[in-house]
Structure formats: structure tokens, C-alpha cells
């Protein structure tokens, strides 16, 4: 009973509204997903009897994100022909790396002009991830504080990482600022692959294909890199053997 009334407590609390425009990466490669990416782009891929695209457009719309922008290049096509049937009632767009692609910070420099919201969340479009008491992207949105930041990062605990295999990725301070993690040792906290960014984050950015990594580091160097610890259950489905592995959580979530 205690619990439930400390959970509807925290609902009430998260009153920060969601952005309503949301980027959504979706053009990598999926190298480690093979063979299931040899002729299907990785956010087709389906875990639990939906893909992988569809399981994060529904979270965003029930959120309360609007419009999605989505960056394409690997079998395009067919990421395109899916979005124009499941739009789960949001306003898509798209950002077009055909021709040549960008990775992730070179992604959402393309993608900048069509993005309408500041600050706006980026999705890597491989998330699946189940709430904890609260919904976790209006959890998120709680935290921003854009006197302070120009990106906020979701994390999750490295114990509660479900099918990573890596050692961390960040160290935060008691304000929630990050720090990397040192090379040979563990770090307490693992990216989710969501992320709530000011578009100032993208200032003077280089051209050409680069990782968000860039960007991070610069605001990490001038303090304005936080993050916000995710209080459900997250997944990392990087391999076609951790889809089985996540179908089996899911089925007792």
C-alpha cells in the first residue's frame, strides 16, 4: 500500500510537459544484428511480436510527443514504406542520408531544420524500455533545466542494464552532471540511447558524419552534460540472442 501511494505520489509530481517534437535514429547499419539486418533495416526487427520502430512511436505518443522526425540511409525504403502505414497518429518526417550517412551527431545536424521543438528528445530507434512508477519520458523532461544544460541523458544503472555487456559509460555527480567513464575500470551508469537536447547543443558542429560523442564531450567540458536515472526496465538489443532474452523478461514484466 505504502508503495503504491509513494508511486501515485511521483506521478503527480512529474508535471514538466514533454517536448513535442522528437528525432529518432534509425539509419546505422545494424552490423551486430546480423543476419537478421542482411535484408531488414535493424529498427524493423521485431521483439514480442512488434518491431522494434513501432514500440518506440507508441511510447512517444504516449508521452505526448507530436512530430517525429526520422533519419534513414540503410534500406530506407523500406523504414519509409513502413512509417507511411504506422504512424501511431503522430506527424512524421523524414531526414534523408541516402546518399550518405551521417552517424549520430551529423544525423541531428541534417535533421536540424526540420525540428520545430527547443529543447527536442532523440530516440535511438533500437530502444525498448517498460516504465517504472512514472512515465519515463515525462521523467526526463522533469529534470531539464535549460538555464544549466544542453543535454540530458537517460541512464540506466549498470546492474539493471539488461544484455549489456559493457563496462558503463558515465560517473554523475551529486547535481547529475556526467563525466566519462576511465579506460580499464566500470562504470556505474549505461546510456539508453535517449536523450533531451537544447538546440544550442548543435553550435558550431563540423560538417560531415560525426558521433554525438563530440557534442557530449564539449558540454561535458563546459558543465552543461546531466543526466537523469530511468527508473523501470531497460533493454539493450543490440544481438539477434538478446531478443530472446528480452521476449522472456517482457513476458513476466
Known amino acids: 500500500m505504502k508503495r503504491a501511494t509513494q508511486a501515485l505520489r511521483l506521478k503527480a509530481e512529474i508535471a514538466s510537459e ?39 512511436l507508441e511510447r512517444l505518443r504516449v508521452a505526448g510527443v507530436e512530430n517525429v522526425v526520422v533519419n534513414v540511409h540503410y534500406l530506407a525504403d523500406a523504414v519509409e514504406a513502413h512509417l507511411a502505414k504506422n504512424t501511431h497518429g503522430l506527424c512524421v518526417q523524414i531526414s534523408d542520408e541516402r546518399s550518405l550517412l551521417l552517424e549520430t551527431g551529423g544525423g541531428m545536424v541534417k535533421a536540424a531544420p ?20 512514472a512515465d519515463t519520458l515525462k521523467l526526463l523532461a522533469s529534470h531539464w533545466d535549460g538555464a544549466k544544460m544542453d543535454a540530458l541523458l537517460l541512464l540506466v544503472p549498470h546492474a539493471r542494464a539488461a544484455n549489456h555487456g559493457g563496462r558503463g559509460d558515465f560517473h554523475m555527480d551529486s547535481s547529475g552532471r556526467l563525466r566519462r567513464r576511465v579506460k580499464a575500470h566500470v562504470a556505474p551508469f549505461v546510456y539508453t540511447g535517449i536523450q533531451m537536447v537544447s538546440k544550442k547543443l548543435l553550435n558550431d558542429a563540423p560538417s560531415g558524419p560525426f558521433s554525438t560523442n563530440l557534442l ?38
Open 114 to 133: 526540420l525540428i520545430d521543438a527547443d529543447p527536442f528528445l532523440v530516440v535511438n530507434s533500437d530502444n525498448l524500455w517498460i516504465d517504472g512508477p
Open 216 to 253: 557530449w564531450d564539449r558540454a561535458m567540458e563546459e558543465g552543461r552534460c546531466f543526466g537523469a536515472v530511468h527508473q523501470g526496465l531497460w533493454f539493450d538489443v543490440g544481438t539477434p540472442q538478446a531478443i530472446k532474452a528480452t521476449e522472456l523478461i517482457l513476458e513476466d514484466a
Open 18 to 56: 514533454v517536448p513535442k517534437t522528437a528525432m529518432v535514429l534509425a539509419a546505422g547499419l545494424g552490423k551486430r544484428m546480423r543476419p537478421l539486418t542482411a535484408s531488414r533495416p535493424k529498427p524493423l526487427i521485431e521483439v514480442a511480436g512488434q518491431s522494434l520502430l513501432d514500440h518506440l
